[in-house]
């Protein structure tokens, strides 16, 4: 019992951090219609970025801050760069989709080069180890930050998305884009301010795993896999649907792990996620499918 | 597939060209020359290690050919880059076979070396393995010589002393690698066999740093030890283990060396590497390192075992063929090495290993056991 | 629902039953139903196409027209009602299926499969499927080519009869706008359809442009081809109709012979005054 | 094996990263059946079936999905293949491997010399390349083009576009099929690291590059991105950090093709 409690709450700690990552690839695809594989890059660049500062003598918050400053700022680089010429030309998903697959490559293997393909460690940081008791339960202080940040970034960014004249601008573009278009919404500013938003946002659990494991450059795909599955199982274009099931994913991982062997458990994992998809397309938590096209 | 099928039309147009042109310039030179191959991993992940194998054959190589060669034979070797990649390692050694003509090769890495072996065998060619352990590796190919202890020597030693000084309930950690996978079924055969019973078994994701349900799960077996092979960041191992409460005593292999921050006692097995103070001077001069790697030194010592085939062969009289090599090295059998004498029985060779108790508070060796 | 019901307002709804033409129905739509979100497109829907003849479906924008044309098609699942074709239900066919059973159709936005040769566009339409399968194609390589031949001469045949022979290899792309209309005509024509659907086949057309496809229509009708064609200018509905479906707000106001229904004010205020 | 996607993707407009997935269950259905002592034929059709019968399976989400799922599930598909190559290990030999996988022997001559294993590859490529132009001069060929163009006007024209998708499916799974077979026979040796996403990535780059849906493109692409290693071995980089350049700049290719030519070098428009 002791043992499944533990294992649920590191689930739901693994989950948090899955959630922001689901919820701001919605975010993008919805708003954008580009399927931002590209995102798994920066939140490792995130986590890299922050090892850095943090390594040259920065205090950790700063380290954080300007982490996910420099992450929203290459999102910005991307959509402007790379993203917009694209769209205007209105190339194909196909197109598009291609280019976000170079993109990871490049930011990954730019990352391998810089900081060595090994794994690294926050080792400046001794606190990282230490950890909370709650009864019987243990949770390191790097869980427990990522559970509040993720927490609050996501709150925020639903906040931002419902509250906000610019939110309530990008949802105009997301629900129909040629009508933004001659509503004079300006969708390419909008884009980018998505982007940027959610590029920023991702940092985060790029940064908190990576304090509480270790970063490597390659592993994020397989992390955004998970996290896209959990946004199409809630429903493309709800975001806390992402986050839930995301955080349902996260514990449910960890518990598949008590009963078969861990080496099953990925891709047990995508394959009840195509099934899911064969059964029901429209995901758990909408009826209607909305996909930005 | 389009791109294996492009490697194989170029090598293999390579392999027409090339022995012309060679042959026209070198044929004087030929006379007195023996080529020998290596394949390590020169680049990639796994690149630091390559480079320290290669510094140690070279430095062996350069010493003997200083020396006037063996019986006036200078020795050069081709060194091919696998990146610790099998299907680079099939490419690598055809191309050290087939272009080159090599009849002897230093291979590295478990994955390349098993992948070459059949090769080996059909082309009869002999493969000298410094470095890879893993236990299939006493039986890929007769033309097949490990100078190092493989995988299951290691583990029958550490089970043994395990089963008779740690207790008799056990638990596996190991990652879905080959060699992790080979080691828990290493482990379990030779800890069974020793009377200890296994009460638990668990694997993490290759590559994964998400490591705490499986440390979990172990330490909740509540095992008298655990027996860690896994090569995922040690460093994040022992982190993650730290954050585990009462996780058990840690035992291993060479491997999975060196447990750095574990928080707990670990035991493990080493394969003692020396050479004398006088080569390892020589070799830091040489190479402007600070001390000499342990690759660097196996390469070299099994680079002296080579070389003494090969002079035992030209003493005789007989040609250079991997045939002859194979033949010779059991007719010699044993070799004087800084080391001690090691000996052939079979293809692997007897080494003499150590277990290590390391604490948080150092190092200590407590036995020196020979196999 | 019983689409003999007559509902409200649409007092000018007759049941299929009362008229009964001299010629045969190939096609009876009855109590079409179709709903997008909230939004009622089709609503009990009843008409029917009497063999042989030229029917248009008239009516103002959103009428429901191309919907009634994607569910007879199979592009759409209706939600309640049938379509019968000689009788037999076409409701749960696929849109192959019910291409071979003869009732094929053109698109508005033309559709054609632009990078291909106008010729080739007709080919692919064609209803002959031998040589169809990947397994002819490699394994039989001369015969293959041989129905590609025998098939290009029935593609070519065709053209003709739309005029536009002169024009098969050129890329669908390099063909004026009219030309891309008739071809769209051929491509329908070539799935060897008993009931063309045509969807707006002159809308944009130029003076000539439009008279020539007047003719190719006629033509069709002469050769014994079943049509119902959504056209909006009532002097062409007057010159190529033999009858009228008057549509409005997914129903069907009217029935009958040019002359009557289009003189009728009432549908005249709706088509010209109602519809925006 | 560029052959096979260019197929997938070109032709019919289904995007599927999971072509190495593909190519390893050919390779190791080749190794298997061939190391089960079945003659070369026997082992080759074994190998294109079950690549073919996989590949129609599997593309059935593509076709009742939109085209950005289809791209997860090939992703998971990829992560299963790869999972079941390392864990199925009675029949994979797991991370290990297969090794010494037996070359054809047929009219007395063993195919195990490099000569003449290019004379069985460069057969096999003649023969993958003529049946391709075969298939795509066909009417068939007209088809499939179609239905990549405008599927709903296919449909409309009567032609089943489920069956043609599956077809197409089908013949690509047979191209990767033979793609693994050959290179199972050319290496002796498999193992799962070698049927890994990065592959994939590889292949499509390959492709991209080359161009897609033309077989000019399938041929060119592959040779262009052989030349980048030797490029690259030019410049003065730590050995350590060669594998990471390397697909850095496959990468850097793949974005700026999208960009300035995504129809690659011969390709025609995706």
């Given at each position: 019992m002791q043992l499944i409690l533990q294992l649920v709450l590191d689930g739901i700690v693994h989950g948090c951090a899955l959630g922001l990552i689901a919820m701001t690839f919605s975010y993008i695809y919805v708003t954008t219609g580009i399927f931002h594989v590209a995102h798994a890059g920066i939140l490792t660049l995130g986590g890299y970025l922050a090892w850095y500062f943090t390594g040259v003598g920065v205090p950790f918050p700063v380290a954080v801050a300007i982490a996910v400053a420099g992450s929203a700022a290459v999102g910005v680089l991307i959509q402007k760069g790379v993203y917009e010429p694209l769209m205007k030309r209105r190339s194909t998903p196909l197109v598009q989709l291609i280019a976000s697959i170079g993109i990871v490559a490049v930011i990954q293997n730019l990352l391998a080069i810089v900081f060595s393909p090994n794994v690294l460690q926050f080792e400046m940081l001794p606190w990282r180890k230490s950890s909370l008791h709650l009864g019987s339960l243990d949770i390191s202080y790097p869980q427990l930050l990522t559970v509040i940040v993720s927490l609050v970034a996501a709150l925020g960014l639903l906040l931002f998305s419902s509250r906000t004249a610019l939110g309530r601008r990008a949802r105009a573009v997301a629900s129909n884009r040629s009508f933004a278009e001659i509503a004079r919404l300006r969708p390419y500013d909008v884009y980018v301010y998505v982007v940027a938003i959610g590029a920023g946002l991702v940092a985060i659990p790029g940064i908190f795993l990576g304090v509480d494991q270790a970063l490597q450059p390659y592993s994020s795909l397989g992390l955004l896999l998970t996290a896209v599955i959990a946004m199409i199982a809630g429903g493309v274009g709800s975001l806390p649907g992402a986050f839930l099931v995301a955080l349902v994913l996260g514990v449910l991982q960890n518990l598949v792990l008590a009963m078969v062997p861990g080496r099953w458990s990925q891709a047990l994992t995508f394959a009840i996620f195509i099934t899911f998809i064969l059964m029901r397309p429209t995901g758990l938590f909408r009826i209607r499918m909305q996909r930005a096209s | 597939m389009m791109k294996r099928i492009r490697i194989r039309l170029m090598a293999a147009g390579m392999a027409t060209i090339l022995p012309l042109a060679l042959w026209s310039g070198n044929a004087a030179a030929q006379a007195k020359e023996i080529v020998l191959g290596a394949m390590l991993?020169?680049?990639?992940?796994?690149a630091q290690i390559g480079l320290e194998e290669q510094n140690g054959i070279q430095f062996a190589t350069d010493k003997v050919n200083a020396a006037g060669g063996i019986r006036g034979y200078k020795i050069r070797i081709v060194y091919e880059d696998t990146q610790g990649k099998p299907d680079l390692g099939v490419l690598a050694f055809n191309r050290l076979v087939d272009l080159h003509q090599v009849s002897g090769i230093f291979t590295a890495y478990s994955s390349v070396t098993l992948a070459t072996a059949p090769l080996a065998t059909r082309k009869k060619v002999f493969v000298l393995n410094p470095a890879a352990q893993t236990s299939?590796?006493?039986?890929?190919?007769?033309y097949l010589v490990n100078t190092i202890s493989l995988a299951k020597d290691e583990v029958s030693i550490i089970a043994k002393y395990a089963a008779e000084k740690l207790g008799k309930k056990a638990a596996v950690y190991y990652d879905s690698g080959s060699v992790g996978i080979d080691l828990r079924d290493e482990f379990k055969t030779a800890f069974l066999a020793a009377g200890g019973t296994i009460v638990a078994d668990e694997a993490v994701e290759f590559g994964n740093t998400n490591l705490r349900p499986t440390l979990l799960k172990i330490a909740a077996a509540?095992?008298?030890?655990v027996f860690m092979a896994a090569t995922t960041g040690p460093g994040v191992t022992g982190d993650q283990i730290s954050q585990i409460p009462d996780y058990p005593t840690a035992i291993g292999t060479s491997?999975?060396?060196?447990?750095?921050?574990?928080p707990v006692t670990v035991y493990h097995t080493l394969v003692k590497s020396s050479v004398t103070g006088e080569t390892e001077k020589e070799f830091n001069a040489k190479f402007k390192t600070p001390d000499m790697a342990f690759f660097s030194r196996e390469y070299a010592n099994a680079s002296q075992i080579m070389f003494k085939v090969i002079d035992y062969l030209l003493e005789k009289g007989r040609p250079v063929t991997g045939e002859n090599l194979r033949t010779a090295l059991f007719e010699v059998k044993t070799f004087d090495t800084p080391n001690g004498k090691i000996s052939f029985d079979t293809n692997t060779a007897r080494r003499e290993v150590e277990i290590h108790k390391l604490t948080p508070a150092g190092r200590t060796v407590v036995e020196k056991i020979a196999h | 629902m019983n689409p003999n019901v007559i509902t409200s307002g649409g007092t000018f709804v007759e049941s299929p039953g009362v008229r009964t033409q001299a010629p045969t129905a190939l096609l009876v739509v009855e109590g079409l139903t179709k709903n997008f979100g909230g939004f009622r497109v089709l609503d009990a829907t009843t008409f029917s196409l009497p063999e042989g003849q030229v029917t248009c479906l008239v009516?103002?924008?959103?009428?429901g027209k191309t919907t009634a044309f994607d569910c007879i098609t199979g592009f759409l699942k209706s939600d309640a009602g049938s379509i019968r074709l000689r009788g037999d239900e076409l409701i749960g066919l696929g849109r192959s299926d019910i291409v071979r059973r003869g009732v094929a159709r053109s698109f508005q936005n033309l559709r054609l499969f632009e990078e291909m040769s106008v010729v080739d566009n007709v080919i692919v339409c064609l209803a002959d499927e031998t040589g169809n399968d990947p397994l002819t194609a490699v394994f039989r390589p001369f015969y293959s080519a041989a129905v590609l031949r025998r098939k290009r001469e029935k593609a070519l045949a065709i053209l003709e009869q739309v005029e536009l022979a002169h024009k098969a290899e050129d890329h669908v792309t390099q063909i004026s706008f009219g030309q891309q209309k008739l071809l769209c005509i051929a491509r329908v024509l070539a799935t060897d359809a008993k009931l063309l659907l045509l969807d707006e086949p002159t809308s944009g057309l130029s003076a000539t442009a439009l008279d020539n496809m007047v003719k190719v229509i006629g033509r069709l009708s002469a050769s014994g081809k079943t049509l119902l064609v959504v056209e909006h200018n009532t002097r062409i509905v007057r010159d190529i109709a033999d009858r009228i479906v008057f549509m409005h707000q997914g129903r069907v106001l009217a029935e009958g012979d040019p002359q009557t229904v289009l003189d009728r004010s009432d549908l005249v205020e709706i088509y010209f005054g109602g519809g925006h | 094996m560029a052959l096979s996607t260019n197929f997938l993707v070109?032709?019919?407009?289904i995007f599927s990263v999971s072509q190495a997935a593909l190519m390893g269950v050919g390779a190791y259905a080749y190794a298997g059946v061939a190391m089960a002592g079945m003659p070369f034929p026997v082992a080759l059709l074994a190998a294109v079936t079950l690549c073919a019968l996989l590949n129609t399976v599997t593309s059935l989400p593509a076709l009742r999905l939109a085209g950005d799922y289809f791209v997860i599930t090939s992703f998971g598909l990829q992560f299963i293949a790869t999972a079941v190559f390392v864990n199925w290990v009675q029949v994979t030999g797991g991370s290990t491997g297969i090794a010494a996988i037996p070359a054809p022997r047929m009219l007395g001559i063993s195919f195990e010399e490099p000569q003449y294993f290019v004379i069985l590859s460069s057969l096999a490529l003649a023969l993958a390349s003529l049946a391709y132009t075969l298939l795509m001069r066909s009417s068939y060929g007209r088809v499939l083009h179609a239905v990549r163009l405008n599927e709903l006007a296919a449909g409309a024209a009567g032609r089943n576009v489920l069956k043609m998708k599956l077809g197409v499916s089908a013949v690509s799974g047979i191209y990767a099929g033979l793609a693994g077979a050959l290179y199972a026979i050319f290496m002796s040796y498999i193992d799962p690291s070698s049927f890994e996403i990065q592959q994939s990535i590889v292949i499509l780059t390959m492709l991209v590059i080359g161009g897609a849906r033309t077989l000019a493109g399938s041929l060119i692409g592959p040779l262009l991105l052989l030349a980048i290693p030797q490029v690259l071995s030019l410049v003065h980089i730590a050995p350590e950090l060669l594998g990471p350049t390397r697909a850095l700049v496959f990468g850097a290719l793949l974005v700026v093709f999208m960009l300035w030519r995504p129809q690659g070098i011969a390709g025609r428009k995706i």
């Amino acid at each position: 019992m002791q043992l499944i409690l533990q294992l649920v709450l590191d689930g739901i700690v693994h989950g948090c951090a899955l959630g922001l990552i689901a919820m701001t690839f919605s975010y993008i695809y919805v708003t954008t219609g580009i399927f931002h594989v590209a995102h798994a890059g920066i939140l490792t660049l995130g986590g890299y970025l922050a090892w850095y500062f943090t390594g040259v003598g920065v205090p950790f918050p700063v380290a954080v801050a300007i982490a996910v400053a420099g992450s929203a700022a290459v999102g910005v680089l991307i959509q402007k760069g790379v993203y917009e010429p694209l769209m205007k030309r209105r190339s194909t998903p196909l197109v598009q989709l291609i280019a976000s697959i170079g993109i990871v490559a490049v930011i990954q293997n730019l990352l391998a080069i810089v900081f060595s393909p090994n794994v690294l460690q926050f080792e400046m940081l001794p606190w990282r180890k230490s950890s909370l008791h709650l009864g019987s339960l243990d949770i390191s202080y790097p869980q427990l930050l990522t559970v509040i940040v993720s927490l609050v970034a996501a709150l925020g960014l639903l906040l931002f998305s419902s509250r906000t004249a610019l939110g309530r601008r990008a949802r105009a573009v997301a629900s129909n884009r040629s009508f933004a278009e001659i509503a004079r919404l300006r969708p390419y500013d909008v884009y980018v301010y998505v982007v940027a938003i959610g590029a920023g946002l991702v940092a985060i659990p790029g940064i908190f795993l990576g304090v509480d494991q270790a970063l490597q450059p390659y592993s994020s795909l397989g992390l955004l896999l998970t996290a896209v599955i959990a946004m199409i199982a809630g429903g493309v274009g709800s975001l806390p649907g992402a986050f839930l099931v995301a955080l349902v994913l996260g514990v449910l991982q960890n518990l598949v792990l008590a009963m078969v062997p861990g080496r099953w458990s990925q891709a047990l994992t995508f394959a009840i996620f195509i099934t899911f998809i064969l059964m029901r397309p429209t995901g758990l938590f909408r009826i209607r499918m909305q996909r930005a096209s | 597939m389009m791109k294996r099928i492009r490697i194989r039309l170029m090598a293999a147009g390579m392999a027409t060209i090339l022995p012309l042109a060679l042959w026209s310039g070198n044929a004087a030179a030929q006379a007195k020359e023996i080529v020998l191959g290596a394949m390590l991993p020169l680049t990639g992940s796994a690149a630091q290690i390559g480079l320290e194998e290669q510094n140690g054959i070279q430095f062996a190589t350069d010493k003997v050919n200083a020396a006037g060669g063996i019986r006036g034979y200078k020795i050069r070797i081709v060194y091919e880059d696998t990146q610790g990649k099998p299907d680079l390692g099939v490419l690598a050694f055809n191309r050290l076979v087939d272009l080159h003509q090599v009849s002897g090769i230093f291979t590295a890495y478990s994955s390349v070396t098993l992948a070459t072996a059949p090769l080996a065998t059909r082309k009869k060619v002999f493969v000298l393995n410094p470095a890879a352990q893993t236990s299939k590796l006493a039986t890929a190919s007769p033309y097949l010589v490990n100078t190092i202890s493989l995988a299951k020597d290691e583990v029958s030693i550490i089970a043994k002393y395990a089963a008779e000084k740690l207790g008799k309930k056990a638990a596996v950690y190991y990652d879905s690698g080959s060699v992790g996978i080979d080691l828990r079924d290493e482990f379990k055969t030779a800890f069974l066999a020793a009377g200890g019973t296994i009460v638990a078994d668990e694997a993490v994701e290759f590559g994964n740093t998400n490591l705490r349900p499986t440390l979990l799960k172990i330490a909740a077996a509540k095992p008298d030890f655990v027996f860690m092979a896994a090569t995922t960041g040690p460093g994040v191992t022992g982190d993650q283990i730290s954050q585990i409460p009462d996780y058990p005593t840690a035992i291993g292999t060479s491997f999975f060396a060196p447990f750095k921050n574990y928080p707990v006692t670990v035991y493990h097995t080493l394969v003692k590497s020396s050479v004398t103070g006088e080569t390892e001077k020589e070799f830091n001069a040489k190479f402007k390192t600070p001390d000499m790697a342990f690759f660097s030194r196996e390469y070299a010592n099994a680079s002296q075992i080579m070389f003494k085939v090969i002079d035992y062969l030209l003493e005789k009289g007989r040609p250079v063929t991997g045939e002859n090599l194979r033949t010779a090295l059991f007719e010699v059998k044993t070799f004087d090495t800084p080391n001690g004498k090691i000996s052939f029985d079979t293809n692997t060779a007897r080494r003499e290993v150590e277990i290590h108790k390391l604490t948080p508070a150092g190092r200590t060796v407590v036995e020196k056991i020979a196999h | 629902m019983n689409p003999n019901v007559i509902t409200s307002g649409g007092t000018f709804v007759e049941s299929p039953g009362v008229r009964t033409q001299a010629p045969t129905a190939l096609l009876v739509v009855e109590g079409l139903t179709k709903n997008f979100g909230g939004f009622r497109v089709l609503d009990a829907t009843t008409f029917s196409l009497p063999e042989g003849q030229v029917t248009c479906l008239v009516g103002p924008n959103g009428a429901g027209k191309t919907t009634a044309f994607d569910c007879i098609t199979g592009f759409l699942k209706s939600d309640a009602g049938s379509i019968r074709l000689r009788g037999d239900e076409l409701i749960g066919l696929g849109r192959s299926d019910i291409v071979r059973r003869g009732v094929a159709r053109s698109f508005q936005n033309l559709r054609l499969f632009e990078e291909m040769s106008v010729v080739d566009n007709v080919i692919v339409c064609l209803a002959d499927e031998t040589g169809n399968d990947p397994l002819t194609a490699v394994f039989r390589p001369f015969y293959s080519a041989a129905v590609l031949r025998r098939k290009r001469e029935k593609a070519l045949a065709i053209l003709e009869q739309v005029e536009l022979a002169h024009k098969a290899e050129d890329h669908v792309t390099q063909i004026s706008f009219g030309q891309q209309k008739l071809l769209c005509i051929a491509r329908v024509l070539a799935t060897d359809a008993k009931l063309l659907l045509l969807d707006e086949p002159t809308s944009g057309l130029s003076a000539t442009a439009l008279d020539n496809m007047v003719k190719v229509i006629g033509r069709l009708s002469a050769s014994g081809k079943t049509l119902l064609v959504v056209e909006h200018n009532t002097r062409i509905v007057r010159d190529i109709a033999d009858r009228i479906v008057f549509m409005h707000q997914g129903r069907v106001l009217a029935e009958g012979d040019p002359q009557t229904v289009l003189d009728r004010s009432d549908l005249v205020e709706i088509y010209f005054g109602g519809g925006h | 094996m560029a052959l096979s996607t260019n197929f997938l993707v070109g032709i019919i407009g289904i995007f599927s990263v999971s072509q190495a997935a593909l190519m390893g269950v050919g390779a190791y259905a080749y190794a298997g059946v061939a190391m089960a002592g079945m003659p070369f034929p026997v082992a080759l059709l074994a190998a294109v079936t079950l690549c073919a019968l996989l590949n129609t399976v599997t593309s059935l989400p593509a076709l009742r999905l939109a085209g950005d799922y289809f791209v997860i599930t090939s992703f998971g598909l990829q992560f299963i293949a790869t999972a079941v190559f390392v864990n199925w290990v009675q029949v994979t030999g797991g991370s290990t491997g297969i090794a010494a996988i037996p070359a054809p022997r047929m009219l007395g001559i063993s195919f195990e010399e490099p000569q003449y294993f290019v004379i069985l590859s460069s057969l096999a490529l003649a023969l993958a390349s003529l049946a391709y132009t075969l298939l795509m001069r066909s009417s068939y060929g007209r088809v499939l083009h179609a239905v990549r163009l405008n599927e709903l006007a296919a449909g409309a024209a009567g032609r089943n576009v489920l069956k043609m998708k599956l077809g197409v499916s089908a013949v690509s799974g047979i191209y990767a099929g033979l793609a693994g077979a050959l290179y199972a026979i050319f290496m002796s040796y498999i193992d799962p690291s070698s049927f890994e996403i990065q592959q994939s990535i590889v292949i499509l780059t390959m492709l991209v590059i080359g161009g897609a849906r033309t077989l000019a493109g399938s041929l060119i692409g592959p040779l262009l991105l052989l030349a980048i290693p030797q490029v690259l071995s030019l410049v003065h980089i730590a050995p350590e950090l060669l594998g990471p350049t390397r697909a850095l700049v496959f990468g850097a290719l793949l974005v700026v093709f999208m960009l300035w030519r995504p129809q690659g070098i011969a390709g025609r428009k995706i």
